[in-house]
């Protein structure tokens, strides 16, 4: 159950950011150093190359045991870049990648990897999940937006994506309605934002101050009303005995439906 709902958590924060249609993953990396106001040193630049990265590897990672009838994964692709890299050798080029997916899964994976890496867009994660057996879909809810997202880095809580208001990509949030971060482990932090923010109403107001390239500032900002998409994921019950088989190479559970609360 946790590897199926960590499939919907980075699909749930890689599609709550609207850039993924402007930015591609490649470029998420390429361009790091532009993020933060040029400070670089985050999650990306205007995607976050972590998620983003994740469901990449997902994606390839079921293609080729689709493509191989189950003989080939990205294991085998993470071997060849090892065998580039191992007994100190200077290590695989800048396409060493997509020639590793070629190298294990024929020609097809070269303008995949084209498509998927170096083009902005929406990953296929739903049709590549259907291919081992497994659906994910998603509704509209109601939620009360604060404006912006953020995401842990390894300072603590950082502004990742922004709306409205005057907080900024990158900024890192050192205190939540009063309550300083500093000192809070990973967990900790999550807990205080969620409890900002869980059972907020539209209209309620939200304080939080904000490292930002060194200087200091505080940011007010008012829940609004809005949507965003909660996903789950489940098995197929009519999955074929070929879609079961990729299944049992690639995950196997027995939870008929492994539900998602944000």
Aim: glycine share 10%; charged share 25%.
């Amino acid at each position: 159950a946790f590897f199926l709902n960590q499939i919907v958590r980075n699909v749930q924060r890689t599609r709550s950011n609207d850039a993924r249609f402007e930015i591609s993953p490649y470029d998420s990396s390429y361009k790091v150093a532009d993020a933060n106001s040029g400070r670089g040193n985050s999650q990306g630049f205007r995607v976050n190359y972590y998620n983003t990265g994740w469901l990449l590897g997902l994606c390839f990672d079921i293609e080729l045991r689709a493509k191989t009838q189950g003989k080939k994964s990205l294991d085998d692709v993470m071997m060849v870049l090892w065998n580039e890299c191992r007994d100190n050798k200077p290590g695989f080029p800048e396409e060493g990648i997509r020639r590793a997916l070629i190298k294990v899964g024929g020609a097809s994976f070269g303008p995949l990897y084209d498509t998927w890496v170096l083009k902005p867009g929406e990953l296929p994660v739903e049709d590549q999940l259907k291919k081992v057996g497994v659906f994910m879909g998603d509704k509209d809810v109601d939620f009360s937006d604060p404006g912006f997202d953020v995401g842990l880095s390894n300072r603590g809580l950082r502004v990742s994506s922004v709306r409205t208001g005057d907080l900024r990509e990158g900024d890192l949030i050192t205190s939540i309605n009063g309550t300083a971060l500093a000192g809070m482990s990973p967990a900790q932090t999550i807990a205080e934002w969620n409890k900002a923010t869980a059972n907020a109403k539209p209209g309620d107001r939200l304080e939080v101050k904000y490292d930002r390239l060194g200087t200091e500032g505080t940011a007010l900002s008012a829940f609004v009303a809005g949507k965003k998409k909660v996903f789950s994921i489940e098995t197929m019950g009519n999955a074929s005995p070929a879609q079961v088989k990729l299944r049992a190479g690639w995950y196997w559970s027995s939870a008929k439906k492994i539900p998602y609360t944000p």
